[in-house]
């Protein structure tokens, strides 16, 4: 009562969310918070000042969804384990959120501010390479949204993921400083810190109580510290948290070498222990076996584990029941030596008996699978694992010791399979397989989209599907309609919401289907299309600054923009551009739909033939956007340094969203739901979550090209020759030898023959073999844009149709079948 009269007479500074109190507090925060008078005040104080502003008004869900967490046991909480999280900017996002965008818009206009330019100052926390840790983000969203309790545990990197220029083409790595400024959205907090062990040795030890117990006598330990940051879910009221973790030494510094005179050694110890947490490997697919990211992997690990038993142990229950607090999820493997380190603090810290432990861990873990590139399952030499964890090492001998029994009790017959299912890998040199351990050690292992784990099954891990065939399951992906539609596009979010109101922002499944009945509508037709026109608009501004090329708002946007990986097939894009530019040469007069061709993406510093397709889209670009022949007709841009926050540009912008992975070979991708549900309308293979997105939009809104899975592998069984494809097809073999005689090396001639000696000679990913039928698919959809009714039609109809690409959907899965917790 007494709260709430106060609230009647004079609101909170803090939490007050009218236009005033807005203005108000963000003058508040102004001073106080960035010691500038609003005169003196630059673009980036005014960010800290509406940073804090919003960060007062989440603080009370933010301090309730820690206690809901660590006051009620009987719900259990889901720990989201993932080695990146790639949140994204978060002003925007948060306002959204709270519901306060407008309020604050206003606000700072009364001050003279553009919100949407503060909005854009944000640096953004680039803490993951790609789909994998935007994944967890938007899960977390998801989580928050529902109301379900969650910790989503990571690594807060100094240096996230690099960010990328182009100088004269090609790809420049630069050092990403996101923490040069404070970032207002962590609390450091200092009563959550935990040591972590690494190397040494082990030795048996009686306990008092006459068993035996090994002891682990590390070489050196370094304290986990946790940075929190808040997770809001739509609508203001839940909010989850985000722990990410910081190594530092355990003492800043060793004051009795200090004192002996080696000053040099002790801040040596310092640097050595927050080396750990310095840098997130840039590569997003194979695994790079590197004794530091095993080190950031279970610095993470052992911190966010001991946090999980510190929280279970204050709820006052025996450890036994771990399992009921925590649902534990691993993104993939590089958290899966959890299920290693839950033994050792079970048995070796907390003295349980190994069947038990080993109980409760299984009934604590599941693993979701990212990958069906088998270069890219992670797996760790066996004398790098001794170095850095050689109790974990004993342990994973010990459940596969157990393990390898139960096989060969179950299947005398094939006396190879303990061989196959074995964690560890016995060609020399020996490798622990950490699929293998996180598959073990869980109760439930999904892939990310029903082809992918259907492959999964099959192929990537079949012996052990085969083995826990109960254990398997799918898990579709799915992306956050707040930051991925109602954010990022806010002129087709108006559009929407005019028709169907604004529940689609937490029940999109069910609330944009109703959008398709308005398809042939004239009226929302034209509405629609001038979303798409404000958004190309805004692209083509960002392409001219940055950029300084002139696109053309009224031409077919294509884009691709994903990281650069040769399966995800850039350079099939390439060639079909070139061999649209020599039409266009050839023939002026052409009946030619306009087209901007837009690529982004990083390339691993260390991935040559990547850096080689950079290079080349720059080059053709150079080409094609200076010759006075095809000017207004075919433009080419390559958008440096693509992330989350440019994402929210291009994604919006697309009319065409190309996705032409080799079937068989992306696990899901995501960024063809964010194409999606911006109204793009996709041209691509049968493969990941493409296939259920054609299910869902229909057959006839959906451009289909290419090999299916199937077919892949018998081309690749019964030998696969790519030179072969040049023969009947005159277009790719001048294109392939344009490149390779230097039309788009400034007549050098060398240039790009790795790429092209590549691609005539091996060509893993059947770029030749599919170039015709993407020509051909290429040319239907330009012929459909051509018809702006039927396009817009199938537009409308696929952001209608992918409800279910909602991440939301995808956590109720998880909630559901896996987790078992309760969801609305
Ligand atoms: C969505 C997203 C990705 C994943 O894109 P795919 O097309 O699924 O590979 C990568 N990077 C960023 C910044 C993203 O937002």
Not at 88 to 96: S, T
Not at 356 to 370: E, I, L, M, P, R
Not at 472 to 497: D, E, K, Q, Y
Not at 572 to 579: D, K, S, T
Request: hydrophobic share 40%; with cysteine; net charge negative.
């Amino acid at each position: 009562m007494a709260a709430k009269r106060r609230t009647a007479a004079s609101p909170d500074p803090r939490t007050d969310c009218s236009r005033e109190g807005l203005r108000k507090a963000v003058l508040d925060n102004l001073f106080y918070a960035t010691g500038h008078a609003q005169e003196n005040a630059a673009r980036g104080d005014w960010y800290t000042a509406v940073a804090y502003t919003v960060r007062d008004r989440m603080l009370k869900a933010w301090v309730q969804g820690i206690e809901r967490i660590a006051a009620d046991g009987d719900v259990r909480c889901v720990a989201y384990l993932s080695a990146e999280f790639l949140i994204g900017p978060q002003l925007g996002a948060n306002m959204l959120a709270l519901g306060i965008t407008e309020p604050m818009r206003e606000a700072l206009a009364s001050l003279g501010q553009d919100l949407d330019a503060i909005v854009f100052h944000e640096p953004e926390p680039g803490l993951g390479n790609g789909g994998l840790g935007r994944l967890a983000a938007c899960f977390m969203d998801s989580l928050a949204t529902l109301g379900v309790p969650a910790i989503g545990y990571g690594i807060r990197y100094e240096f996230g993921m690099f960010r990328q220029a182009i100088e004269d083409g090609a790809q420049v790595e630069l050092a990403d400083k996101w923490l040069r400024r404070p970032f207002p959205w962590e609390l450091p907090r200092g009563g959550q810190q935990y040591e972590v062990r690494l190397g040494g040795k082990t030795h048996m030890e009686t306990a008092p109580d006459g068993t035996l117990r090994v002891q682990w006598t590390p070489a050196k330990t370094v304290t986990a510290c946790a940075h929190d940051i808040p997770v809001v879910g739509h609508g203001g009221t839940h909010c989850n948290l985000l722990r990410l973790w910081r190594a530092e030494a355990v003492e800043a510094f060793d004051f009795s070498t200090f004192n002996a005179g080696e000053y040099f050694s002790s801040v040596h110890d310092k640097i050595f222990s927050e080396t750990i947490t310095k840098v997130l490997y840039p590569n997003d697919d194979p695994y790079q076996g590197k004794q530091l990211r095993l080190g950031q992997q279970y610095l993470f690990v052992s911190a966010s584990l001991q946090d999980m038993l510190h929280i279970h142990h204050s709820l006052g229950k025996p450890l036994e029941t771990f399992h009921t607090t925590f649902a534990i999820q691993l993104n993939d493997t590089h958290p899966a030596v959890a299920v290693a380190e839950l033994m050792r603090l079970l048995v070796d810290v907390h003295g349980m008996d190994w069947d038990t432990a080993w109980s409760v861990t299984t009934q604590t873990f599941a693993y979701t699978n990212h990958t069906l590139l088998p270069e890219a399952l992670e797996k760790w030499p066996l004398p790098l694992f001794a170095e850095v964890l050689p109790r974990h090492l004993e342990i994973v001998y010990e459940i596969n010791r157990r393990f390898l029994e139960s096989v060969t009790a179950a299947h005398p017959e094939d006396p190879d399979l303990a061989r196959r299912l074995s964690l560890i890998d016995e060609t020399s040199p020996r490798f622990v397989r950490m699929a293998h351990l996180a598959t073990v050690g869980s109760k439930a292992v999904n892939g990310v989209a029903a082809l992918h784990s259907e492959l999964l099954k099959r192929d990537v891990l079949g012996d052990l599907a085969a083995f826990f065939p109960e254990k398997f399951t799918n898990v579709t992906n799915g992306v956050t309609p707040r930051r991925w539609l109602a954010l990022c596009n806010p002129a087709l979010a108006a559009c929407i919401s005019n028709r169907i109101g604004t529940r689609w922002q937490d029940h999109f499944e069910e609330e944009i289907i109703r959008l398709e009945e308005f398809a042939d509508d004239p009226d929302f037709q034209a509405q629609w299309q001038a979303a798409k026109l404000t958004n190309k608009q805004r692209l083509t501004h960002l392409a001219k600054t940055i950029l300084r090329v002139e696109l053309d708002p009224a031409a077919l946007f294509d884009v691709q923009v994903k990281r650069i990986h040769e399966y995800k097939r850039q350079h099939l894009n390439v060639l079909r551009v070139i061999a649209l530019y020599n039409r266009l040469r050839r023939n002026p007069g052409m009946d030619f739909v306009p087209r901007a061709v837009i690529f982004g993406g990083k390339a691993a510093p260390a991935y040559y033939l990547a850096k080689q397709i950079i290079l080349l889209v720059n080059r053709v670009a150079e080409v094609v956007n200076t010759d006075p022949a095809v000017a207004g007709r075919l433009r080419v841009a390559f958008v440096p340094n693509f992330n989350v926050r440019s994402g929210q540009v291009i994604y919006p912008a697309a009319d065409l969203s190309q996705q032409i992975s080799l079937a068989g070979k992306e696990a899901s991708g995501t960024g063809n739901m964010k194409f999606g549900i911006n109204g793009a309308v996709t041209i691509g293979t049968l493969d990941g979550a493409n296939v259920e997105m054609r299910a869902c939009v229909g057959e006839e809104n959906f451009f289909l090209f290419g090999l299916t899975t199937d077919e892949v592998q018998a081309v690749q069984r019964a030998g696969y020759s790519p030179a072969a494809h040049l023969e009947g097809n005159p277009e790719l073999a001048e294109a392939l030898d344009q490149i390779r005689s230097g039309v788009f090396s400034r007549g050098d001639a060398g240039c790009f023959r790795p790429l092209v000696d590549n691609l005539l000679h091996r060509d893993e990913y059947l770029v030749l073999a599919d170039f015709a039928s993407y020509m051909d698919c290429q040319d239907r959809a330009a012929r459909t844009y051509a018809d702006p009714a039927a396009w817009t039609r199938m537009s409308i109809l696929n952001v209608a149709r992918l409800g279910m690409f909602s991440s939301d959907r995808s956590i109720r899965e998880y909630c559901r079948n896996i987790w078992n917790v309760p969801v609305e």
